[in-house]
């Protein structure tokens, strides 16, 4: 049987395999047209793999090459085929065995139970709030996650009835259907607002409410939000950049060679931005430079990665955003790729939380639960990767048909976070596996096993906890970690899973 695998699978490619584009294509009028005239004519002649991979190029052909996170916003969430706002309408499904991967809370139920009662802590640790308190997750895929928590939420009366409303943040119309019929049944309708679309739980009858941004969720200053995001960072476009060797011109060319010149032609480092242009028409594996990995795994990329022959809009301002990416500028080749969409994310949630300038709250109050894949403390690199009926294969082939997803920087969401609020603190990140450990991940399912009488769904409950835990190359609980924004309490009070308890 074909394992069903995770999206945090490394692919090993990209920036390792970009191209260097020796000179700037587009430098000068005349070579500009060249270009756009004879690849015009050459892709007239060419069949594409998807329909947006045909409106890529043709793009790419008019502006010149594409910044990675224009790339990846259009292979996600483009209106015509983007792989979550186009896939069910292409007849296929993201998840589960006839899907491209699986995530931990289709692996099972005990993620999101767990995951539920975390935030009945928070809300017990808060001084259980008898009203306006807003449950809300943004990218909820099946809805799977939500499903488990409002189960479990709802034995906890005096909670569900502090509930206003229950937001989802969701781009795919087809998965806002898919979610609003686990949540609130096939029969219960949905209809449409000025905010969003508006339908009624299953669980306590609470109302929910779907929007496309996390914006258009309405802001007061008097509601308690408790956020929820998994596996939702990593689906943001990225921004990535490397540090080269810029050789200088001298002013005057025919003194180049003059000793007295020749200080002028220091190489200053800058940041250069990594860009999307179309692959040359017959080019395989090797001309592209895939690595080996790739190569049994799905078809030649139809585009390519390639360094920017010159200052782009993006090279010059966000490299000079964070102090831990300046401190990298002197390092010849360092490459960072940088998430400007989960920073907006982190500061909003950190903001609804702690209050901000524009929006003040008198007293912060609610918790942000982040869970999701990358490093601990370090900026991400080279972590684009491609997912395809759960196989690797290129983020440059098939796009819209193929999911891609990154790396996620914690660090900077912790950043972005204290920036946005004086009034939050963020705690984490800390391994899946510690986490779910410490919320009691094996008692649950060792109970939920002694209820089964099948053997086989005995094994199955164990396997799958194992999975969601287990720190090995393959298993989730190292690889994934999870992240939590609170009230500012000075650091004296730890949220459970983090070190802490609750606190009545
Ligand atoms: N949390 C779910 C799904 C993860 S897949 C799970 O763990 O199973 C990513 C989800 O985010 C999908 O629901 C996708 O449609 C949604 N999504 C991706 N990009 C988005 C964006 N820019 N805005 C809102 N939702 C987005």
Redesign the pocket.
């Known amino acids: 049987m074909r394992s069903m695998i995770t999206r945090a699978a490394r692919c090993g490619l990209t920036n390792s395999s970009a191209t260097k584009l020796a000179r700037p294509v587009w430098s000068s009028c005349q070579s500009y047209r060249h270009f756009t005239a004879t690849a015009a004519k050459r892709d007239e002649e060419r069949k594409w793999s998807t329909p947006l991979a045909k409106q890529l190029t043709e793009a790419i052909n008019t502006t010149g090459p594409i910044p990675l996170a224009s790339y990846m916003r259009m292979c ?2 483009s209106d015509t085929g983007g792989y ?1 706002t186009g896939a069910i309408q292409q007849g296929r499904d ?2 589960g065995k006839k899907g491209d991967f699986i ?4 692996i099972s139920q005990i993620f999101g139970e767990l995951i539920g009662i975390w935030f009945v802590a928070e809300w017990i640790s808060q001084g259980r709030p008898r009203s306006g308190v807003e449950l809300m ?6 809805g ?2 939500m499903d488990d928590m409002l189960r479990t939420i709802k034995n906890f009366p005096d909670m569900v009835s502090s509930i206003d409303a229950i937001y989802m ?4 119309p087809e ?1 806002r259907v898919a979610q609003k019929n686990l949540l609130c049944g096939e029969d219960t309708p949905l209809t449409e607002s000025k905010i969003g679309y508006h339908s009624t739980s299953k669980y306590a009858n609470l109302p929910i409410v779907w929007t ?2 996390i914006q258009a969720v309405p802001k007061e200053a008097s509601k308690t939000p408790f956020i929820v995001a ?3 960072f990593d ?2 476009p990225i921004h990535a950049f490397q540090v080269v060797d810029v050789p200088q011109q001298p002013a005057d060319p025919s003194k180049a060679d003059s000793p007295s010149k020749s200080k002028a032609n220091t190489s200053p480092l800058q940041w250069r931005e990594m860009v999307v242009a179309p692959a040359p028409p017959g080019s395989t594996h090797d001309s592209l430079g895939t690595p080996k990995l790739e190569r049994h795994d799905g078809p030649v990329p139809e585009f390519q990665l390639a360094v920017s022959p010159s200052a782009t809009r993006h090279s010059m301002y966000v490299p000079e955003s964070s102090p831990r990416y300046k401190a990298l500028k002197s390092t010849p080749n360092a490459l960072i790729e940088v998430c400007p ?1 989960a920073y907006l994310y982190a500061a909003e949630f950190a903001a609804r939380i702690g209050g901000s300038a524009q929006h003040p709250k008198e007293r912060a109050s609610g918790a942000a639960l982040i869970l999701d894949y990358g490093p601990s403390d370090t900026i991400p690199v080279n972590s684009l990767r491609g997912i395809k009926g759960h196989k690797r294969v290129s983020p440059f082939s098939e796009p819209g048909l193929v999911d891609l997803s990154v790396d996620v920087d914690f660090m900077a969401i912790a950043e972005a976070s204290m920036i946005a609020s004086e009034g939050i603190e963020v705690h984490g990140p800390v391994n899946q596996g510690d986490f779910l450990e410490a919320m009691g991940i094996q008692q649950r399912a060792q109970y939920l096993a002694k209820k089964v009488g099948d053997e086989a769904k005995k094994q199955e409950i164990e396997t799958s906890c194992q999975r969601l835990v287990d720190r090995g190359p393959n298993g989730m609980g190292k690889l994934y970690k999870a992240l939590a924004i609170l009230p500012e309490n000075e650091g004296r009070r730890r949220p459970t899973g983090f070190g802490g308890d609750v606190s009545a």
């Open positions: 996600l969430t979550y993201q998840f995530t931990s809370p289709e997750e943004v990218g909820p895929g099946r799977t996650l943040v969701e781009a795919s998965l496309e941004t998994h596996e939702f689906a943001l969409d």
